[in-house]
T-cell receptor, first 110, second 121 residues
Framework: NAGVTQTPKFQVLKTGQSMTLQCAQD?????MSWYRQDPGMGLRLIHY???????DQGEVPNGYNVSRSTTEDFPLRLLSAAPSQTSVYFC?????????FGPGTRLTVT | QKEVEQDPGPLSVPEGAIVSLNCTYS??????FMWYRQYSRKGPELLMY????GNKEDGRFTAQVDKSSKYISLFIRDSQPSDSATYLC?????????????????????FGKGTKLSVIP
């Protein structure tokens, strides 16, 4: 039981490049979400999903896309990276009272 | 005014002290309250969860919710150097992950900015 896994751990992108941050969970949780964490801003919700085939926007969705084709996977796509997207990204999955976070992806956009 | 306010600290206490961490909120619809602990360069981990006013105890940790004042607290007794971390409060209108696919907006956690705690040996 690996919990929530995220890849890559670190990434450097140039402005305008696209990439996908991977997130997977093996706990059969329906609810999954993506957050970004910036100094002085706390954790902010980007997108979330209440089950396969259903996604919705959070507080800061612009510049990001998500899809949920399986219960296990919830990838986050950056369409055209901008320096403002430099951040630490956390994926989380939850069931009932419990929410589990992945170890994070540190992204730098130059 | 941000929905959830949390003093970012930093807070530095000697080992063995009682620590009090607090958050205030403005949205009276919040019903579920959580405290997370986040070590440096790690993901947050859930410490305490409550959905009612009053106190909930778990070992050295006590979570307190006062819905009438829109105020929540986390107390740490006999603090240890291993408690040094950033503590995040979080709250939501609905419970997460119960499987219901209705009620958009009930599944979003709103976090405070976190309080950085250092426990000095």
């Amino acid at each position: 039981n690996a919990g929530v896994t995220q890849t890559p751990k670190f990434q450097v992108l140039k402005t305008g490049q696209s990439m996908t941050l991977q997130c997977a969970q093996d706990m059969n949780h329906e609810y999954m979400s993506w957050y970004r964490q910036d100094p002085g801003m706390g954790l902010r919700l980007i997108h979330y999903s209440v089950g396969a085939g259903i996604t919705d926007q959070g507080e800061v969705p612009n510049g990001y896309n998500v899809s949920r084709s399986t219960t296990e996977d919830f990838p986050l796509r950056l369409l055209s990276a901008a320096p403002s997207q430099t951040s630490v990204y956390f994926c989380a999955s939850s069931y009932a009272d419990e929410q589990y976070f992945g170890p994070g992806t540190r992204l730098t956009v130059t | 005014q941000k929905e959830v306010e949390q003093d970012p600290g930093p807070l530095s206490v000697p080992e063995g002290a009682i620590v009090s961490l607090n958050c205030t909120y403005s949205n009276s619809a919040f019903q579920y309250f959580m405290w997370y602990r986040q070590y440096s360069r790690k993901g947050p981990e859930l410490l305490m969860y409550t959905y009612s006013s009053g106190n909930k105890e778990d070992g050295r940790f006590t979570a307190q919710v006062d819905k009438s004042s829109k105020y929540i607290s986390l107390f740490i007794r006999d603090s240890q150097p291993s408690d040094s971390a950033t503590y995040l409060c979080a709250m939501s209108v609905g419970a997460l992950g119960l499987g219901s696919r209705s009620g958009a907006g009930s599944y979003q956690l709103t976090f405070g900015k976190g309080t950085k705690l250092s426990v000095i040996p």
